[in-house]
């Protein structure tokens, strides 16, 4: 027996003058609360499980909810006149919904549960041209889809679940109280498979090919992903399909590398070109532009091409391409060109390396 420290109106949180349809609220409310299916192996809620269904168990009944209010707690602890707790049915009392939550419990599906299909993810392989200037692709993939034979039951016919009878969940004593548990053997259905269906070999899903039209915005990356909304499996119980997700890759270029949305270039000049100047070609992703290079240019020295770079999809504005100078020495070299060279050093006498050495 609970011996009752409290007030049963202060224990179920209502006022002395509440009505029957008040304290029932009241203690469904805590009885949900801290039911011990819902707390396991927490000692505290279990005591105030005992002490709410204690105070309902007198306050519900108005011949000893009448004694109560008249002469306190004291002829209910025990005595004389208490008949101890009744025992609820709590699936009944307060609406629990037991199959949602053994259903969590035990990571099974029940018949009223209704989900969304799975996501799919596929990948793609792009030109950095095409991913310049966005394309439409045709992708083929494999989806699952709800077998049309049996409507997902997996079963060609059933048989009513001889563990539950058929109604999916079991009744079960724990004291001084009754529970409502998700039948395990049928998943909470109410029946099991007698013949598995022919076309689905009972697993209720089936793979099939799809093939559609994929539009890829022009600015995607590596590992960009592109959704394509309701695309992706059936969903079970008539919840909405999932999403196809495609993961782009995108190919490494013969002369450009790819920072975000900037493009660098390593474009090799002659000698003479670095030295007086020129006017020269450069490639860029979408054409040919003509670059000034100033007299005196040097091996390694950088320059800009603006806003000549890659599309942000976001914003879709371009980013820059950056030109690296690499200075082109001839391997073989002609006689009549050695003396010139030699004519040209003796005219710049600037030791390039002055200071690096120390003697």
């Known amino acids: 027996m609970v011996q009752a420290t409290r007030d049963y109106y202060e224990i179920l949180g209502v006022d002395k003058n509440a009505t029957q349809d008040e304290i029932k609220k009241a203690f469904r409310r805590l009885a949900r609360k801290y039911h011990p299916d819902l707390n396991p192996g927490d000692k505290v809620a279990e005591q105030k499980f005992k002490e709410v269904n204690e105070a309902y168990e007198v306050l519900s009944d108005p011949k000893k909810r009448a004694e109560y209010d008249q002469f306190g707690s004291s002829p209910f602890e025990g005595g004389p006149g208490f008949s101890g707790f009744r025992t609820y049915d709590f699936s009944d009392v307060f609406d629990f919904g037991f199959g949602d939550i053994f259903s969590n419990i035990l990571g099974r599906k029940t018949r009223h549960e209704v989900s969304k299909g799975r996501d799919l993810v596929i990948s793609l392989d792009l030109s950095l041209e095409e991913a310049f200037s966005g394309v439409t692709k045709t992708i083929t993939f494999n989806k699952e889809r709800v077998c049309k034979v049996c409507n997902g039951s997996g079963a060609e016919s059933f048989e009513t679940c001889n563990v539950c009878k058929g109604t999916g969940g079991i009744k079960t004593s724990k004291g001084f ?101 020129a006017k020269v070609d450069v490639p860029t992703i979408d054409g040919v532009a003509v670059m000034t290079l100033p007299p005196g240019t040097q091996g390694g020295q950088r320059f800009k091409l603006s806003g000549k770079g890659m599309p942000s999809p976001k914003t879709g504005l371009r980013g820059n391409q950056y030109i690296n100078v690499k200075v082109v020495v001839p391997k073989n070299i002609t006689n009549k060109a050695k003396e010139a060279i030699k004519e040209i050093e003796s005219l710049y006498r600037e030791n390039p390396r002055e200071g690096l050495v120390r003697r």
């Open 177 to 277: 109280f009754k529970m409502s548990q998700l039948c395990q053997a049928c998943a909470g259905t109410g029946r099991k498979i007698r013949k598995a269906c022919p076309s689905c070999g009972g697993r209720g899903r089936m793979v099939q090919t799809e093939t559609v039209k994929a539009k890829i915005p022009a600015g995607v990356d590596t590992g960009s992903r592109v959704r394509l909304r309701g695309l992706g499996g059936e969903g079970e119980g008539g919840g909405p399909p999932g999403d196809l997700h495609i993961e782009i890759t995108v190919r490494p270029h013969r002369l450009f590398k790819r920072k975000g949305d900037d493009l660098y270039l390593d474009l090799p000049v002659t000698f003479g070109e670095a030295s007086l100047g």
